[in-house]
């Protein structure tokens, strides 16, 4: 204990250690690119590449850090596997493979999420469990997903198996909480498809609710297996309320939060709302968004499953007034579909968050007129309405990133866009 905390100090000072000191199997996972750059030089990279990338169109603001940029994943995932002569074996896909690199811990991951996924693996083997094969389609445990609340310590264990049946299934839930009496609720997840992905469509509850909860930003979030939910909860409550504060509510507005997951962002803003509607594809995440209105007795805000897209075509046609836009789309960003009916929208602020700054740079330059103006008829991209209700009036106006994933190479951005008008 003593020489890990030694290490992190060190890391602190700008002293970190080789990158077999702080992982042995870093090389093989290839997850955390910085594994072996001090934390501040970690942010000076990240730093220095998203100016590059987006200084042109406005300020850049000094990217928000974390006091301990260590054991962060309130999510972690796990892949089981057999290998000749170790037996069961759990861990991540080697980088561009399906090649299983064994791990016991991460220094990203939450300690206790870690503990359970080894304690899973010897409970696989004294049961006799069979992993899953993707070659042959034979075999029962595929992966094991760990969701850790961290301000309520409540665990969801996710067991994703090839057939709906755990043998003994009462014994393992019983020795596994035995282990862990931390854990709150355990699930059975069935994927017995030949895909990539991990859960598949079916779930039973085998201990406890089938879900938990977590508080972020004062409101308290009911989370459930297949829920998008922030892996890093320090920093998305300063990444939440950096988004608040950009979007300058006064109470008065109508807010939409695009791309809502279970309504986190939308609701940590509905106090200063008049109305928040949130629109996400995922089904079950919506379900979650709905309660968790409830939850926190917000009546000012309604959810939606629907295409992020074709739900803002649909608000567009109606003339809907809509004041302020919070969009967090996936990596690969937003839809032209989506942007274009943004404009027709023609909201006065819009709040975007972004976790792939490469898409972000290719949708502002989209929504400030860069790239459409040839295409739109534009010829000055001076907030002239060219005839089919579209706006070509945003200006970026600030800019700021936040260090949710230390280690890697990835980063978060958050900035507003204005009406050149305002």
Do not use: W
């Given at each position: 204990m003593e020489e890990n905390r030694k290490k992190n100090d060190s890391r602190k000072e700008g002293k970190t250690s080789?990158?077999?000191?702080?992982?042995?199997?870093?090389?093989?996972?290839?997850?955390?690119?910085?594994?072996?750059?001090?934390?501040?030089?970690?942010?000076?990279?990240?730093?220095?590449?998203?100016?590059?990338?987006?200084?042109?169109?406005?300020?850049?603001?000094?990217?928000?850090?974390?006091?301990?940029?260590?054991?962060?994943?309130?999510?972690?995932?796990?892949?089981?596997?057999?290998?000749?002569?170790?037996?069961?074996?759990?861990?991540?896909?080697?980088?561009?493979?399906?090649?299983?690199?064994?791990?016991?811990?991460?220094?990203?991951?939450?300690?206790?999420?870690?503990?359970?996924?080894?304690?899973?693996?010897?409970?696989?083997?004294?049961?006799?469990?069979?992993?899953?094969?993707?070659?042959?389609?034979?075999?029962?445990?595929?992966?094991?997903?760990?969701?850790?609340?961290?301000?309520?310590?409540?665990?969801?264990?996710?067991?994703?198996?090839?057939?709906?049946?755990?043998?003994?299934?009462?014994?393992?839930?019983?020795?596994?909480?035995?282990?862990?009496?931390?854990?709150?609720?355990?699930?059975?997840?069935?994927?017995?498809?030949?895909?990539?992905?991990?859960?598949?469509?079916?779930?039973?509850?085998?201990?406890?609710?089938?879900?938990?909860?977590?508080?972020?930003?004062?409101?308290?979030?009911?989370?459930?297996?297949?829920s998008f939910y922030q892996v890093n909860s320090v920093q998305t409550e300063k990444l939440y309320h950096k988004a608040i504060e950009y979007a300058r509510l006064t109470g008065r507005e109508t807010v939409i939060d695009a791309y809502c997951g279970i309504g986190t962002i939308g609701l940590a803003a509905a106090s200063e709302a008049k109305k928040v509607i949130g629109v996400e594809l995922n089904k079950d995440a919506v379900r979650d968004a709905v309660i968790n209105a409830r939850i926190n007795q917000i009546k000012n805000a309604d959810f939606y499953q629907n295409d992020a897209g074709r739900f803002m075509v649909q608000l567009a046609k109606s003339q809907t007034q809509v004041d302020v836009v919070f969009m967090d789309p996936p990596r690969s960003g937003s839809t032209e579909e989506f942007m274009d009916a943004l404009l027709r929208l023609n909201p006065s602020r819009i709040v975007y968050i972004s976790c792939n700054p490469d898409t972000l740079a290719r949708d502002l330059k989209y929504l400030t007129g860069a790239s459409r103006g040839q295409k739109a008829g534009c010829e000055n991209g001076k907030g002239k309405d060219r005839g089919n209700g579209m706006v070509n009036g945003y200006r970026v106006m600030e800019i700021t990133p936040v260090d949710m994933f230390p280690f890697t190479e990835c980063i978060e951005t958050i900035c507003i866009l204005s009406q050149i008008s305002q």
């Open positions: 080789k990158t077999s000191g702080l992982c042995p199997v870093a090389k093989k996972c290839g997850g955390c690119q910085y594994i072996d750059m001090p934390y501040k030089e970690q942010l000076a990279k990240k730093q220095k590449y998203v100016e590059q990338l987006l200084k042109g169109f406005g300020k850049v603001n000094r990217i928000i850090g974390m006091e301990q940029p260590e054991y962060y994943r309130n999510k972690v995932h796990a892949v089981y596997d057999f290998h000749k002569g170790k037996g069961i074996v759990s861990g991540i896909y080697q980088e561009n493979s399906h090649d299983v690199v064994s791990v016991d811990s991460c220094l990203l991951e939450n300690r206790k999420a870690d503990a359970i996924i080894v304690s899973i693996r010897e409970l696989a083997k004294s049961f006799k469990i069979k992993t899953y094969n993707e070659d042959t389609g034979y075999g029962l445990l595929r992966h094991v997903l760990v969701r850790v609340g961290h301000t309520t310590g409540q665990i969801m264990v996710v067991l994703v198996l090839g057939s709906p049946i755990l043998p003994s299934k009462k014994n393992f839930v019983g020795a596994l909480c035995k282990l862990h009496p931390e854990i709150t609720t355990i699930v059975v997840n069935v994927n017995n498809k030949k895909t990539s992905m991990v859960l598949g469509e079916k779930e039973q509850v085998i201990y406890g609710k089938g879900y938990i909860e977590d508080v972020l930003c004062g409101r308290t979030f009911r989370i459930s297996p297949k």
